[in-house]
């Protein structure tokens, strides 16, 4: 699928999956669907399901996925539940950052005069 040029600008997009994950650090799973025709999926093809034989050519990667993950459609048992999987975590870790949000939130509510709005520059020094 093509992505969104706004969000790729000049990262170099490679459809090729064995080179893309060739000297991987991190695999990202993912089920996509495509951006110009949203929400249409326009593959299928069961060969580009991540199994371990796969990330043999990684640097023995990380792989993510956002969750909910369809087991041996996405990516197999083996590598979801694998020594490699961060899944998990990476999950665990949006629980609490909805709770740091929800808290937020809460709290401008409690006082409205406190509330601080933060560009996005003071986001990424905090």
């Not at 025709?37 to 371990?52: E, F, H, Q, R, V």
């Not at 975590?89 to 933060?118: C, F, G, W």
Request: hydrophobic share 35%.
């Amino acid at each position: 699928y093509e992505l969104n040029a706004d969000y790729t600008k000049n990262a170099p997009v490679i459809h090729n999956q064995q080179e893309a994950l060739t000297e991987a650090d991190f695999v990202y799973v993912k089920n996509w669907s495509s951006y110009s025709d949203y929400g249409k999926i326009l593959c299928t093809d069961p060969s580009w399901m991540l199994n371990a034989q796969k990330l043999k050519v990684t640097r023995n990667a990380k792989i993510m996925h956002c969750l909910p993950v369809r087991r041996n459609v996405e990516l197999t048992d083996e590598v979801l539940d694998g020594p490699q999987s961060i899944v998990f975590t990476q999950a665990t870790n949006r629980l609490y950052a909805a709770q740091a949000v929800l808290k937020n939130m809460i709290d401008s509510m409690k006082h409205p005069a406190n509330m601080e709005v933060k560009n996005e520059d003071s986001l990424l020094k905090n």
